[in-house]
């Protein structure tokens, strides 16, 4: 029995995309997987349940260029990672702009990234 219950396949990440609070300006840690819909982020300063935020992170293209991406998102649910001080965030795309979310798509439609 299939318990998926996400509307799109994530794509893990294989490079450390590092991901920044746009309102803060802190990193607050990297992207594990990624869909066009919503990423789990593996961070190292804690994110809230129920919260939104403002995230910016580069996908990477060939030839080492990178789309700028920037996204609202809600914080669906945190877990305490398996790395003492690392929590598990799953959070929801709810804005993106067009041309962010057409880099978004190439880069999960290409091969692992």
Known sequence: MNDERRSAPRKPTTVPIEVV???TGENIGRVGNLSRTGMM??????????A???????????RGDHDEIETGVHTMWTDQ???????????????ISGPAA???DRWLTQGAA
């Not at 939104?52 to 060939?62: E, I, N």
């Open 52 to 62: 939104l935020y403002q995230l910016r992170f580069r996908l990477p293209r060939s």
């Open 21 to 23: 609070d746009s309102i």
């Open 41 to 50: 982020l593996i961070c190292h300063h804690p994110l809230r349940d129920g």
């Open 81 to 95: 990672a398996a790395s003492n001080g690392y929590q598990w965030s799953g959070v929801r795309i709810i804005s």
């Open 102 to 104: 057409a880099s978004l």
